[in-house]
Each structure stands twice: as structure tokens, then as C-alpha cells.
């Protein structure tokens, strides 16, 4: 209404630095140059990058070598040969199974991250790698809600929401 752009996206925002108008605007008022702009527009696509790397790399190590594993042994633990707790167990070994899908998914595509320019490598990071990253987090959210907290390797939602 204001004519104002709607831009959902750091990635898609960063390209505004160096349009005509930008550019035009920041020399006119001596600023900065359109080399200027176009180094910092680089940068931003990098930061943005290395961010989400480091979150992917985050979420790779603390499902492999936290979320998995507590899982697993948790099941392993039970040892009850009752209908209850095979249905359950049954809940935790679908979420389990897509958990790891994920984790293979996000590993395989973060290790394929780099690109030719760092705007091409920030958008495939928001592209892809967050929506990886997305795919992790459910099964492990609904995991967190199966498995029993004194198996559970991270502090819970409820935790943090109620005794931090």
C-alpha cells in the first residue's frame, strides 16, 4: 500500500545494495562507491552463509552424536514385550527412521554447499540447507515428546520454557 517492497528473505534483500537507485544514492551523497556496495552486498551473502553452515554443522553433530544415541538406547532399555509399549516404540522407530533421513539428507547437501559465487551459495543455503535443517527438527521435536526426559540428551522445550 505504501509501495514498499516485501522482501521475505535476508538473502533477497541483500541484491538491494547494488541496484541503480542504491548505487546512485549512496555516490551522490559520497558514501560509498559501487565497488563499496557490491563488496559489502558479497559479504552479506557470505556472513549469512557461514551463519547457516555453523547451525547445520550444529544440528548434524547434536543429532548424531546426542539426539540418535538417547534414542537408542532408550529403546534398547525398555526390553517390555507388552502391546503398550510396542505400539510406542513402534512411534519412536518411524520418527527415528525419518530423523536419520534427514540427518543423511542435510549432511549430504551441506557438504555440497559451496558454490561458484556467494550469492549463489547463500540462496542454496536458504534454499536448501534451511529446508534440510527444517526436515531435522520435526521428527526431533516429536521424538523429544516420546522419548522419557531422563533419556533425553538436551534440555526440552519445557525446560527452557519453564526453569531457566
Same mark, same amino acid.
Given at each position: 500500500?505504501?509501495?514498499?517492497? #516485501?522482501?521475505?528473505?535476508? &538473502?533477497?534483500?541483500?541484491?538491494?545494495?547494488?541496484?541503480? %537507485?542504491?548505487?546512485?544514492?549512496?555516490?551522490?551523497?559520497?558514501?560509498?562507491?559501487?565497488?563499496?556496495?557490491?563488496?559489502?552486498?558479497?559479504?552479506?551473502?557470505?556472513?549469512?552463509?557461514?551463519?547457516?553452515?555453523?547451525?547445520?554443522?550444529?544440528?548434524? $553433530?547434536?543429532?548424531?552424536?546426542?539426539?540418535?544415541?538417547? &534414542?537408542? $538406547? $532408550?529403546?534398547?532399555? &525398555?526390553?517390555?514385550?507388552?502391546?503398550?509399549?510396542?505400539?510406542?516404540?513402534?512411534?519412536?522407530?518411524?520418527?527415528? %527412521?525419518?530423523? #536419520?533421513?534427514?540427518?543423511?539428507?542435510?549432511?549430504?547437501?551441506?557438504? #555440497?554447499?559451496?558454490?561458484?559465487?556467494?550469492?549463489?551459495?547463500?540462496?542454496?543455503?536458504?534454499?536448501?540447507?534451511? $529446508?534440510?535443517?527444517?526436515?531435522?527438527?520435526?521428527?526431533?521435536?516429536?521424538?523429544?515428546?516420546?522419548?522419557? %526426559?531422563?533419556?533425553?540428551?538436551?534440555?526440552?522445550?519445557?525446560?527452557?520454557?519453564?526453569? &531457566?
Amino acid at each position: 500500500r505504501r509501495g514498499l517492497p #516485501n522482501i521475505k528473505s535476508m &538473502v533477497d534483500a541483500a541484491s538491494a545494495l547494488t541496484t541503480d %537507485k542504491a548505487v546512485a544514492l549512496f555516490e551522490k551523497f559520497g558514501i560509498f562507491t559501487k565497488a563499496e556496495l557490491e563488496s559489502r552486498e558479497e559479504i552479506t551473502y557470505e556472513t549469512y552463509t557461514k551463519y547457516i553452515n555453523i547451525e547445520a554443522l550444529t544440528m548434524i $553433530s547434536m543429532a548424531s552424536k546426542q539426539i540418535l544415541p538417547a &534414542v537408542i $538406547s $532408550s529403546v534398547e532399555a &525398555v526390553g517390555c514385550d507388552a502391546s503398550v509399549q510396542k505400539e510406542r516404540l513402534e512411534a519412536v522407530t518411524v520418527e527415528l %527412521k525419518a530423523m #536419520n533421513a534427514a540427518l543423511e539428507k542435510l549432511k549430504a547437501d551441506q557438504a #555440497n554447499g559451496e558454490k561458484e559465487c556467494a550469492k549463489c551459495t547463500a540462496i542454496y543455503y536458504h534454499d536448501i540447507i534451511m $529446508s534440510d535443517m527444517a526436515a531435522l527438527r520435526a521428527p526431533a521435536d516429536k521424538l523429544e515428546m516420546l522419548v522419557d %526426559k531422563d533419556f533425553w540428551p538436551i534440555p526440552t522445550y519445557g525446560d527452557l520454557l519453564f526453569e &531457566v
